[in-house]
């Protein structure tokens, strides 16, 4: 069994026994860490549940000491003593990251390291347009820091209610409105991290221009905890928009939704927040768990785009005008504007609580790749036809951020089969679908990761699909920075040196 396959021992969290100390066996603090583990907060292993779970219940992590550090001082002192003892961390944000980058799967010697307690706003400036906070902040938390001066940090995902800013940054997030402001690398001006053997590195800036030599900053963005801990970041701060207009259109197809992106973007210029294309299927799915979320229009179309636009005073008369001309030429086939903010908040709902939806669905698999904007059809097409050549009986709801060429097929298994049964049962099913996935994403020159990362999860496919050449960059990165390979082993390339 090589070292990724335990990833394959999947463990649905409603399969396994429950939690119990008097039947599992749990490690010990590691030796090194004792004069510490006084000074700095820490949970031993039986305590410590909550730091093992997939949010997609796929598998289950193993338990290991967690400390949780307070400042960046005692970050510093904790990987200093983790270097110098050969201590493995696997650092630790909200939890919410799919693809296992998170969960320790290897429990000797290893600690897990949450950034929970340092969640502090440190410093916001209107007039510099930036907050520097530390990475164990709620995003929420730093859209509302921001909300309070009158401005707006635009990273806006599902998640934002958990997740926090040094995973966001440490794996480089997108989410909704990455068509205007981009990814959250984008919005960060400077970070603060502790490298692998316990140093400092202080470029917490909040200026534009810093032509200083490498950018170390996004060297760390992106990294997934493989190359240091990020403990504080400054945050870029946008205007906060006079208006803002939300509207959820029928279109008979993908080829058909960019086509209305290209008609918005060449009308309204960069004042379109998001754009998400949605299949019919989807809202059949959510309404088996949602029920108390409405359906918007009177009639149901193949495909729907939820679209938002922000702008000045006289956006709304201008993106009236325009819809009334989409009508004309039959790019929408039916559409509702909402008039109050609840309305607003109602129709984003049902965009996301789609990923909840699809895990209590059952969905075995769930996707994440982009392509260009010129293939999304293409790819759409031909990813349908490519599962359905695997079985038939599966489903698929589709749905994707158009705007940045990120479409998500979540999967559901044949009605005679559950996602407990193929995950114990079937893992030919499961390696089949997401290798035809990734080889229909590579055709149509995407990336097979385009805002979540690889994690534990993608190493494989990193392998399979990645540039050797990048890849090689990326072992000899981790072999200067980390030598003892300290830092989130087999999270993004595995702990011998090699992606597989």
């Known amino acids: 069994m090589h070292s990724f396959d335990m990833f394959f021992l999947y463990r649905c969290r409603r399969s396994t026994m429950p939690f119990s100390p008097s039947v599992v066996a749990y490690p010990q603090l590691p030796a090194g860490l004792a004069e510490l583990s006084r000074t700095i907060s820490w949970l031993p292993a039986e305590e410590a549940e909550k730091y093992i779970i ?12 967690v400390f949780l550090p307070r400042s960046t001082s005692e970050v510093s002192d904790l990987v200093t003593a983790c270097h110098l003892n050969g201590i493995r961390i696997v650092p630790y944000g909200g939890g919410t990251g799919v693809v296992a980058g998170q969960l320790v799967f290897h429990a000797e010697n290893t600690i897990v390291v949450s950034l929970e307690k340092m969640n502090a706003v440190r410093q916001i400036s209107k007039a510099d347009s930036v907050v520097v906070v530390e990475a164990g902040c709620i995003l ?276 005679d089969r559950d996602k407990q049964h193929i995950i114990l049962h079937d893992q030919e099913l499961l390696d089949s679908i997401r290798t035809v996935i990734n080889q229909t994403t590579m055709a149509c020159k995407g990336s097979i990761s385009a805002e979540h990362g690889i994690g534990r999860l993608k190493r494989i496919d990193l392998e399979r699909f990645g540039d050797p050449v990048k890849l090689a960059l990326f072992r000899t990165l981790k072999t200067a920075l980390d030598p003892k390979g300290i830092m989130n082993p087999g999270a993004l390339i595995s702990d011998s040196g090699t992606a597989s």
């Open 54 to 65: 997939d949010p997609r219940d796929r598998f289950t992590g193993k338990s290991v000491p």
């Open 140 to 415: 929420a938390d730093v859209q509302a820091a921001a909300e309070a001066v009158d401005m707006l940090f635009p990273l806006s995902m599902a998640s934002e209610g958990s997740s926090m800013i040094g995973g966001n940054l440490a794996t480089n997030c997108g989410g909704i409105q990455v068509l205007r402001y981009g990814n959250a690398r984008d919005l960060c001006l400077g970070i603060e991290a502790v490298l692998p053997d316990g140093s400092i590195l202080n470029e917490l800036t909040p200026l534009r221009k810093n032509n200083t030599g490498y950018d170390l900053r996004h060297l760390m963005i992106g990294s997934e905890g493989t190359l240091g801990i990020i403990t504080a970041a400054s945050l870029s701060l946008k205007p906060a928009d006079k208006h803002t207009l939300t509207a959820f259109c029928a279109v008979s197809s993908p080829a058909r939704a960019v086509d209305l992106l290209s008609r918005l973007r060449s009308a309204l210029g960069d004042s379109i927040n998001a754009f998400e294309l949605m299949c019919d299927f989807g809202f059949t799915v959510l309404e088996r768990h949602f029920p108390q979320e409405r359906f918007p229009l009177e009639k149901s179309s193949d495909w729907y785009v939820l679209l938002e636009v922000g702008g000045t005073d006289d956006l709304e008369a201008r993106f009236h005008n325009l819809l009334e001309h989409l009508f004309e030429v039959g790019l929408v086939a039916d559409a509702v504007v909402a008039a109050s903010e609840a309305q607003r908040a109602a129709l984003w709902r049902l965009r996301e609580s789609m990923p909840e939806a699809n895990r209590l669905s059952g969905a075995v698999c769930n996707s994440d790749t982009s392509v260009p904007l010129s293939q999304i059809q293409d790819f759409v097409d031909r990813t349908y036809q490519a599962i359905a050549d695997i079985d038939p009986a599966l489903t698929i709801n589709c749905y994707g951020h158009v705007g940045d060429g990120n479409i998500h097929f979540n999967v559901f298994p044949p009605p």
